[in-house]
């Protein structure tokens, strides 16, 4: 009896040792599988905060850009207020001489003539010398309109003559004038107004709040891995 009795015991010891084993050994693969979920969403996390933090610093460089840019030409303008202009006067008064490329270090000078439109602005009264942009203000104090410079100067000629008969078809116009009367001469159109101020800033404003929303996201995330796990300490 008494070796029957050891033996079951033995026996019993076995399979308790075996069943210990087969459970160390699920445990050890469970554990290792969580190891591997861990380091993997880790990586995970860490590519998408760099990510956010990329998208930040890129949408930070272009505010930068556009500040010196577009934002400093919208500011330094003059020509803020806008009213309605009507034409008084619209002459060619001559032909401009201007070059044009035609190959590497080759320049050719072409023509295009010259038009001078004069406006008188109804909100002020005061007569003055209408032209395109500031573009055109700067490249020429005297024509309306700066084309192109091209070989074909009939083309251009072309250009100079619609413009012409649409002014005079179209006598009031919308302008833009200083109010503080620096500057003479009224413009038909700005470069940079309110809504190319505004769409130029729109597309680093999504990049900024992207960023952000995507590091704002991981950190949630991990806050609440963290909670979850003293959670289950307390429990256990």
Same mark, same amino acid.
């Given at each position: 009896?008494?070796? &029957?009795?050891?033996?079951?015991?033995?026996?019993?010891?076995?399979?308790?040792?075996?069943?210990?084993?087969?459970?160390?050994?699920?445990?050890? &693969?469970?554990?290792?599988?969580? +190891?591997?979920? &861990?380091?993997?969403? +880790?990586?995970?996390?860490?590519?998408?905060?760099?990510?956010?933090?990329?998208?930040?610093?890129?949408?930070?460089?272009?505010?930068? &850009?556009?500040?010196?840019?577009?934002?400093?030409?919208?500011?330094?303008?003059?020509?803020?207020?806008?009213g309605t202009c009507v034409v008084i006067n619209s002459t060619i008064t001559g032909d401009m001489n201007c070059s044009y490329s035609c190959g590497s270090d080759c320049w050719r000078v072409s023509r295009y003539p010259c038009l001078q439109v004069y406006v008188s602005i109804n909100s002020t009264g005061r007569i003055s010398r209408l032209s395109h942009n500031e573009e055109t203000q700067d490249a020429s104090s005297e024509c309306v309109y700066v084309p192109r410079c091209q070989k074909d100067s009939a083309a251009m000629h072309a250009v100079i003559v619609n413009i012409s008969e649409h002014l005079k078809t179209n006598q009031h116009v919308s302008c833009y004038y200083d109010p503080g009367e620096q500057q003479e001469a009224v413009l038909l159109t700005r470069l940079y107004d309110h809504s190319v101020v505004l769409h130029s800033l729109l597309w680093p404003s999504c990049t900024l709040t992207l960023g952000a929303l995507i590091i704002v996201m991981v950190k949630l995330t991990q806050y609440l891995s963290r909670l979850c796990e003293e959670i289950g300490r307390i429990k256990r």
């Open positions: 009896m008494f070796f &029957v009795a050891g033996a079951r015991n033995a026996a019993g010891s076995g399979r308790e040792n075996e069943r210990r084993s087969i459970y160390q050994k699920f445990r050890d &693969v469970d554990l290792l599988d969580k +190891k591997k979920t &861990v380091t993997a969403l +880790k990586a995970g996390e860490d590519r998408a905060l760099l990510l956010g933090l990329g998208m930040i610093l890129c949408s930070i460089m272009m505010y930068f &850009v556009l500040g010196i840019t577009v934002i400093r030409s919208y500011a330094d303008s003059v020509w803020t207020e806008e």
